[in-house]
Antibody, heavy 118, light 109 residues
Framework: QVQLVESGGGLVKPGGSLRLSCAASGFTFSDSYMTWIRQGPGKGLEWISYISGSSTYTRYADSVKGRFTVSRDNSKNSLYLQINSLRAEDTAMYYC???????????WGQGTTVTVSS | EIVLTQSPDILSLSPGERATLSCRANQNVSSSYLAWYQQKGGQAPRLLIYSASSRATGIPDRFSGSGSGTEFTLTISRLEPEDFAVYYCQQYGSSPIYSFGQGTKLEIK
């Protein structure tokens, strides 16, 4: 079935880095735009990044521009998010999601938790 | 920048009642790109409604969406126990590419 599984989260000190991964299955990954969404503890949803199927287009929220980098490896059906210069306010659950028709987020992973603390 | 504001923040109702959730944008949003999601505790969000009024696959017909321009509504005709959750509206468009409302928590009265 259609599935997304994130990994790579953890506890990191301020200023540190992490690479999140999202493994896709059950659909033609290379045909799909993908996004990363995060949700701080007890907070709402925040879009952070977007990448086209061929990696031609990438976009970022202003809050992460210059620190986060989205990429993908279609041969591995995998999406990545490199997060650098981590701050306490980056503490959140990070979800990957598929962009479907009408640009809705129609498939979500279960999320991976990033905690930034000294 | 498009900002979505949902109301109310918390809605307390009983099973069997009708729920009406509002999403207001600070500028026009294309109906094609307005969606609603449901999020239950500890789970990822789930797509409910797309293009303002179309139900996603597997979504019961007690859920309906309506609206255009700057005013959108999610209606749950008769609340079931499993419907108590947080609901988010979301738009796709100009910068930021995606924006979400702050959410409405639907709780059992």
């Amino acid at each position: 079935q259609v599935q997304l599984v994130e990994s790579g989260g953890g506890l990191v000190k301020p200023g540190g880095s992490l690479r999140l991964s999202c493994a896709a299955s059950g659909f033609t990954f290379s045909d799909s735009y993908m996004t990363w969404i995060r949700q701080g503890p007890g907070k709402g949803l925040e879009w952070i990044s977007y990448i086209s199927g061929s990696s031609t287009y990438t976009r970022y929220a202003d809050s992460v521009k210059g620190r986060f980098t989205v990429s993908r490896d279609n041969s591995k059906n995998s999406l990545y998010l490199q997060i650098n210069s981590l701050r306490a306010e980056d503490t959140a659950m990070y979800y990957c999601a598929r962009v479907g028709l009408w640009f809705v987020l129609d498939v979500w992973g279960q999320g991976t938790t990033v905690t930034v603390s000294s | 920048e498009i900002v979505l504001t949902q109301s109310p923040d918390i809605l307390s109702l009983s099973p069997g009642e009708r729920a009406t959730l509002s999403c207001r944008a600070n500028q026009n949003v294309s109906s094609s790109y307005l969606a609603w999601y449901q999020q239950k505790g500890g789970q990822a969000p789930r797509l409910l409604i797309y293009s303002a009024s179309s139900r996603a696959t597997g979504i019961p017909d007690r859920f309906s969406g309506s609206g255009s321009g700057t005013e959108f509504t999610l209606t749950i005709s008769r609340l079931e126990p499993e419907d108590f959750a947080v609901y988010y509206c979301q738009q796709y468009g100009s910068s930021p590419i995606y924006s979400f409302g702050q959410g409405t928590k639907l709780e059992i009265k």
